[in-house]
Nanobody
Framework: QVQMVESGGGLVQVGGSLRLSCAASGRTFSFYAMGWFRQAPGKEREFVAGIAGSGGNTNYADSVKGRFTISRDDAKNTVYLQMNSLKPEETAVYYC?????????????????WGQGTQVTVSS
């Protein structure tokens, strides 16, 4: 059974930083692409960042390029999202996800495994 547990969310001021973690279990983690998504109240879930399996190519939403960094530690079955220079409009629940492919997808429906989410609140 695949399980994914996010942590690291919280309240941060504008311009601040947070590091999210997602610990996965139940599969050979290193083979598969991982993604971070976020969902604000009343909005659709959107892609934030992704990292490919077995190599680690990355992809980012345009809105976070240069400020967010996704990384993975396959020995720990953990994926991270370092978020810098946070903005109030980035307040959302952040989810990590895994799909049955080594390649990144921007589409949430292509990810079959999800964590429970962690709240990030950016105050102005």
């Amino acid at each position: 059974q695949v399980q994914m547990v996010e942590s690291g969310g919280g309240l941060v001021q504008v311009g601040g930083s947070l590091r999210l973690s997602c610990a996965a279990s139940g599969r050979t983690f290193s083979f598969y692409a991982m993604g971070w998504f976020r969902q604000a109240p009343g909005k659709e879930r959107e892609f934030v960042a992704g990292i490919a399996g077995s190599g680690g190519n990355t992809n980012y939403a345009d809105s976070v390029k240069g400020r967010f960094t996704i990384s993975r530690d396959d020995a720990k079955n953990t994926v991270y999202l370092q978020m810098n220079s946070l903005k109030p409009e980035e307040t959302a629940v952040y989810y990590c996800a895994s799909r049955n492919s080594r390649w990144i997808s921007l589409h949430s429906y292509e990810y079959g495994y999800w964590g429970q989410g962690t709240q990030v609140t950016v105050s102005s």
